[in-house]
Structure formats: C-alpha cells, structure tokens
C-alpha cells in the first residue's frame, strides 16, 4: 500500500510522523474521504471545496491549489490496487513545541493521504435495511468543519457498535435531527424526501447533495427544515448517505420499526438512480 506524505509517495510502513505533530497532540487538523469508482474521483472539486472551507474555519493555509490536488491522488489511485478505493486526506498544522496557540512562525503543514479498498454495502444491508440507535448529540457547535478531533463521533459511533448497530442518529438537544456519527440522516413521509438544512450543526455530506440533486432531476418531492425526533420514529422511511457507504435505508431505530420494517419504495428508487448517475459520471470521466 503506498501512501503519501509531505510530498513523497512511500509504503505505509514508512509513513512516519513527529510525536510532536499538532495532530497528534491536539488534533488541530482537517481531512476528506474521496470515494473513487472505476479509478476516478468522484466529485473532486466539490470535496476540494469543501476541504477549503474546512482549511478557512480553522485559519489553515491550503498547501496545495487545486491543479496540484488533482495531480496527487490520481497518482495516489494509479499506485493503489483496485478500480473502486477511497482515498483519506489529511492536513495537520504541523509539528512544534507544544502550546494550544498557533505556532509562530507558522511550520509546514502535514499532509497524508492514504487509499482504502472501497467496500460496497453487503447484499444484506441493502436487502433488509440496517439498525441505528439515537443519541444527544454532544458535539460542539462547528460540526460543518471535517476536523480530525472526532473523539465525540467516535464515542457515539461506538454505542452503536456496543448495541449491534450500523449507526448512531444525533439529536441536538435530544429535540431534532442532524446527522449520523459518520453519515447524513434523511426521512421520507408521505412520498416527501426531507432533510436538516446544511448549517454549523451538520457535516455538509458530499452524498447528501448527489441525493437530493438527483431528487430534484426525477420529481422527488424533497424540503429541507428541522425535523423533529418524534418525526424520526414516525417516518416512512428513513436513509443514511456517506462517500462510503453510499445509499442505506434503516428500518429500526432504538429497536422500534421504522414504515414497514423494510427498506422503502424511495430507498429502492435513490438506490437505483444513484448506481446509474455513478455509471454516468464514470463513463464521462
Ligand atoms: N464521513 N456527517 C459526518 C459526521 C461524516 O463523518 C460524514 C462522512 C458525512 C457524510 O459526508 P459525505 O457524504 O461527504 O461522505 C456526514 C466519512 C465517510 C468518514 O469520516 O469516514
């Protein structure tokens, strides 16, 4: 498996950083997961995009433009095996003396990208649905920034993982829904796709707009506003969307049935029309 980092492609047993990285030591950093199918990036400039509002947020310089982005990971894809990866990028305000303040002069950032196998969903999830649990989302008030310090989605995620679920849906002040641990949450209720709006609360998902892009190119019905928790165990269905796992219809939610117990007639349709937009874009590439 090679690997990049600090501007050298090296096999991850050699990708090694200083204990003294400001990522290490305070997780003072950002990052992307790009799915890539049939060995192209899917959605660059939008994950790009959203890497600078990240970098912004956090007073991180970009290190690279664009151009030279776009050069690093389809290298990085063309020395990894397998037509469909994900890559995982990282940028950390680099290594200094320890002190919660911006090093100054500022030091070079750390940059690590790193590609994965991208595992589609087993014939099983897709067929019967997953689980979730609900949990208050305790997270701090800048959730749209894809910082590194995921200790809070971590621990979510692992109650999850304790109950033998896929996910944890978060509820900001055990009221109304953001998202999942490492995922958007949508529901439909009656034939309408309804989704929390793209705020400070929320990761912006690269997935949840291809949703709702595609729902609008098809005459889905869809609105953005708050939803209620009372909504989430009230709804038709309900469906999960990240660059990894894609398009998940969960059909339990704290071991109450969610519609029909089943993955819904909307989950058949996105499912469908994104596997074909997916083809549509790769083939265009
Ligand atoms: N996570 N919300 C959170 C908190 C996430 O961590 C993710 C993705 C998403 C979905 O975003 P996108 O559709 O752009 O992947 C929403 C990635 C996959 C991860 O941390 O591995």
Redesign the pocket.
């Known amino acids: 498996m090679t690997v990049y980092l600090n501007g050298r492609f090296i096999p991850i047993e050699e990708a090694l950083i200083p204990v003294l990285d400001r990522g290490f030591i305070f997780g003072d950093g950002v ?1 992307e ?1 790009l799915p890539v199918y049939s060995r192209n990036v899917f959605r660059l400039a939008e ?1 790009l995009q ?1 890497l600078q509002h990240s970098l912004d947020a956090i007073r991180l310089p970009n290190p690279y433009r664009d151009e030279q982005w776009a050069e690093i990971v389809s290298e990085l894809v063309a020395r990894n095996e397998g037509e469909d990866q ?1 890559l ?1 990028l990282h940028i950390t305000r680099g290594v200094a003396k320890r002190d919660h303040a911006f090093p100054v002069p500022p030091v070079a950032a750390t940059v690590f990208l790193m590609s994965s196998p991208l595992l589609h969903p087993p014939a099983e999830s897709l067929a019967t649905g997953v689980s979730a649990i609900s949990a208050v989302d305790n997270r701090w008030l800048r ?1 749209d920034i ?1 910082a590194i310090s ?1 200790l809070p ?1 971590v621990l979510l995620r692992q109650m999850a993982a304790d109950a033998g679920c896929a996910e944890t849906i978060m509820l900001r002040e055990n009221a109304f829904l953001t ?6 949450i949508f529901i439909v209720k009656n034939g309408t796709l309804l989704a929390p709006p793209k705020d400070h609360l ?7 707009d291809v949703v709702l892009e595609i729902a609008a190119a098809n005459g889905i019905p869809s609105e953005i506003r708050r939803i209620s928790a009372a909504e989430i165990f009230a709804a038709d269905e309900i469906l999960m ?5 894609e398009i998940l219809a969960i059909t339990q939610v704290d071991g109450q049935i969610i519609g029909n117990g089943k993955p819904g007639a909307m989950f058949t349709q996105l499912y469908a029309l994104y596997q074909t937009y997916k083809r549509e874009v790769m083939r265009s590439a």
């Open positions: 990052y997961v994950h959203r994900y995982y959730c894809k995921l989605n998202e999942g641990s490492a995922s958007n929320m990761l912006p998902g690269i997935t949840y969307t990240s660059s990894t796992r």
